[in-house]
């Protein structure tokens, strides 16, 4: 009988799927137009947030096909599968939400604003292997050989140079024996790409000499955009590799 009933239910199933199509459509559009007017608003008239909400990657992907956010999330999940893992700067937490806490063992991610682990202590709560905490890491000790893989991703260019070597120095103190430093920033040109950027890298070549003050194996490439050029690194004790 359950045999015989199942083409019939699969039907109306469809039939009630296509049926609110439209209505998915137009909730779909409506949601996107209200997190682009929350993008002009929030970053158009100051003062600017603290922290940036991923949301308008995902809702402007559509329209403008920025494959940034997604692609970070895609190579730093890559070396994450049973890892402990340490996101420096986690923001909104949305990369360690979608990307990284699906495959690693436990992810800690460390903000300075209270206002961006508040948010992701509610968005993401029901996710268990993931926890946030504020920690502002220019001036904080890490848990010293606590983590096998930290990332440190598009944030570092928010620091000074000597700010990047104290972080660094920590980072390197917090992996495990063979541990992975991963993280990307974008490539500086002529002029900065944002004024809130403390440095940016005019070469794969300046951003090498820096992680080689730390970190004996340096990996570097670069991703080609139609807006920007990205710079990837993976650094470790241990010879790394893509």
Request: glycine share 6%.
């Amino acid at each position: 009988m359950r045999e015989a009933l199942r083409p019939a239910v699969k039907l109306a199933l469809r039939a009630l799927s296509a049926a609110f199509a439209p209505v998915t459509a137009a909730a779909g559009a409506v949601w996107r137009a209200g997190v682009r007017l929350r993008f002009i608003t929030d970053w158009t008239f100051p003062p600017t947030p603290d922290f940036f909400d991923h949301r308008f990657d995902i809702a402007f992907f559509e329209r403008w096909r920025q494959p940034h956010f997604f692609e970070r999330g895609v190579y730093a999940s890559e070396i994450c599968r049973g890892k402990r893992v340490l996101d420096l700067c986690s923001g909104d937490g949305a990369g360690a939400a979608l990307f990284i806490a699906p495959v690693a063992a436990s992810v800690l991610g460390l903000d300075q604003h209270p206002g961006a682990v508040a948010h992701a202590r509610r968005r993401w709560q029901a996710i268990g292997n993931l926890r946030f905490e504020e920690m502002d890491i220019r001036k904080s000790e890490l848990p010293q050989r606590a983590f096998e893989v930290i990332l440190w991703d598009a944030s570092i260019q928010y620091f000074t140079e000597q700010e990047m070597d104290s972080v660094l120095a920590r980072a390197r103190e917090a992996l495990a024996a063979g541990g992975i430093l991963h993280g990307s920033t974008i490539r500086g040109g002529s002029k900065k790409a944002q004024e809130q950027h403390r440095h940016e890298f005019a070469s794969a070549s300046e951003l090498s000499e820096l992680l080689r003050r730390h970190f004996s194996h340096v990996l570097i490439w670069t991703r080609e955009h139609a807006d920007r050029s990205s710079l990837y690194f993976r650094c470790s004790e241990l010879p790394v590799q893509r």
